[in-house]
T-cell receptor, first 111, second 115 residues
């Protein structure tokens, strides 16, 4: 089946630093999604990407859909303490199909 | 987006019993999904529930263990049957909501502990 490799597994950074995480897949996806999950909560959608090469921003967050359709990255600029959480990438083959999730990146931001 | 609520938010259950989790959406949606998130792990899809049809289960999940109901376009239930400690997880429902049906939105989850 499909697999998503997400890295890094965890990151410890200082407030104000930029962060980058990425996902690679053995399969092609038509949609890439990035979620953030806080403790005790469900994942919250941050950014959705629909086209190969697409670069999309949401505030301090920027994500790109890789040209090969097999990878995506998420950047967070000027991190703040509330950025702490687990970030998941997810890929969808077609609309209405199952989401395949990466294993998550645990982000810790030190004030 | 869609606003999704789940009940209960958490529960502690005895081995061998069953628990039914409810998922309510504030708008009509065609597709609803049930996921399991084991401690410290990512999300794994259990099944897809479309209104008016049988749920479609992923490999490793069976209807006898995780029966699902989808009586209308805003509601679904997942039952975890004959529970064992290995079923201790967070159970999440999600929906694909317009305007873009490629985006899935998640409920807050139900944290289940089986003793």
């Amino acid at each position: 089946g499909q697999q998503l490799n997400q890295s890094p597994q965890s990151m410890f950074i200082q407030e104000g630093e930029d962060v980058s995480m990425n996902c690679t897949s053995s399969s092609i996806f038509n949609t890439w999604l990035w979620y953030k999950q806080d403790p005790g909560e469900g994942p919250v959608l941050l950014i959705a990407l629909y086209k190969a090469g697409e670069l999309t921003s949401n505030g301090r967050l920027t994500a790109q859909f890789g040209i090969t359709r097999k990878d995506s990255f998420l950047n967070i600029s000027a991190s703040i303490p509330s950025d702490v959480g687990i970030y998941f990438c997810a890929g969808e083959e077609t609309s209405g199909s199952r989401l395949t999730f990466g294993e998550g990146t645990q982000l810790t931001v030190n004030p | 987006s869609a606003v999704i609520s789940q009940k209960p938010s958490r529960d502690i259950c005895q081995r061998g019993t069953s628990l039914t989790i409810q998922c309510q959406v504030d708008s009509q949606v065609t597709m609803m999904f049930w996921y399991r998130q084991q401690p410290g792990q990512s999300l794994t899809l259990i099944a897809t529930a479309n209104q008016g049809s049988e749920a479609t289960y992923e490999s490793g999940f069976v209807i006898d263990k995780f029966p699902i109901s989808r009586p209308n376009l805003t509601f679904s239930t997942l039952t975890v049957s004959n529970m064992s400690p290995e079923d201790s997880s967070i159970y999440l429902c999600s929906v694909e909501a317009p305007p873009s049906n490629n985006e899935q939105f998640f409920g807050p989850g139900t944290r289940l502990t089986v003793l």
